[in-house]
């Protein structure tokens, strides 16, 4: 079974520049999580998909990320325009319905390093 | 989700053991103790989960008190290979909403 890919894995623009990311779930899972990493700090929550649907964007930084998944499949983020704030790795996550009882894994891509110069 | 404290980084040598301690002081009687290992260059990967007592994985072991205030995660007989970042964390089992990430343990696993 495939992982959670992500595309590009890196990515390197200059402020004011726009950049999508891309996140392919693992087959017939419909959450889809977008996460963050800026240099130092913690890994923090952007958002969350079921299917096609925004469950939870309370994570999005502002008004500059659009993230979309039509069709409930693959998703992209898009940062426009990037600020240097920006610069990180952001990872993406996938995992199944929730089943009583069990635990929620989320499967993690390898992540895109953005970097904002 | 409950807060949660783990040392920031660990030494250990080949073929020991390694125990991580997490403290979760205020964590709910819904929520359950999961860890999350995180390689170089990787994402976050599940590696266990428990309520109460101890779990046992083919990766590793988790202990948990009575109290349920703190956990530890244990990596028998360590390699070069389990050098990451471990993360604890504690929410509802089933809940399909964020993972709240600390700071995490950063393990470093010497010849």
């Known amino acids: 079974e495939a992982g959670v890919t992500q595309f590009p894995s890196h990515s390197v623009i200059e402020k004011g520049q726009t950049v999508t990311l891309r996140c392919d779930p693992i087959?017939?899972?419909?959450?889809l999580y977008w996460y963050r990493r800026v240099m130092g700090k913690e890994i923090k929550f952007l958002l969350h998909?079921?299917?096609?649907?925004?469950?939870?964007e309370s994570g999005m930084p502002n008004n500059r990320f659009l993230a979309e998944r039509t069709g409930g499949t693959y998703s992209t983020l898009k940062v426009q325009p990037a600020e240097l704030e920006d610069s990180g790795v952001y990872f993406c996550?996938?995992?199944?319905?929730?089943?009583?009882?069990?635990?929620?894994?989320?499967?993690f891509g390898p992540g895109t390093r953005l970097t904002v110069l | 989700l409950a807060k949660t404290t783990q040392p920031i980084s660990m030494d250990s040598y080949e073929g020991q053991e390694v125990n991580i301690t997490c403290s979760h002081n205020?964590?709910?009687?819904?929520?359950?103790i999961t860890w999350y290992q995180q390689f170089p260059s990787q994402g976050p990967r599940f590696i266990i989960q428990?309520?109460?007592t101890k779990v046992t994985n083919e990766v590793a072991s988790l202990f948990i008190p009575a109290d349920r205030k703190s956990s530890t995660l244990s990596l028998p007989r360590v390699s070069l290979s389990d050098t990451a970042v471990y993360y604890c964390?504690?929410?509802?089992?089933?809940?399909?909403?964020?993972?709240?990430f600390g700071q995490g343990t950063t393990l470093q696993v010497k010849p």
């Open positions: 964390l504690v929410g509802e089992v089933g809940n399909t909403g964020k993972l709240i």
């Open positions: 205020n964590i709910a009687t819904n929520d359950y």
């Open positions: 428990g309520y109460k």
């Open positions: 087959s017939g899972h419909d959450n």
């Open positions: 998909f079921v299917k096609e649907s925004k469950q939870d």
């Open positions: 996550a996938s995992s199944q319905d929730r089943l009583a009882g069990t635990h929620n894994e989320q499967f």
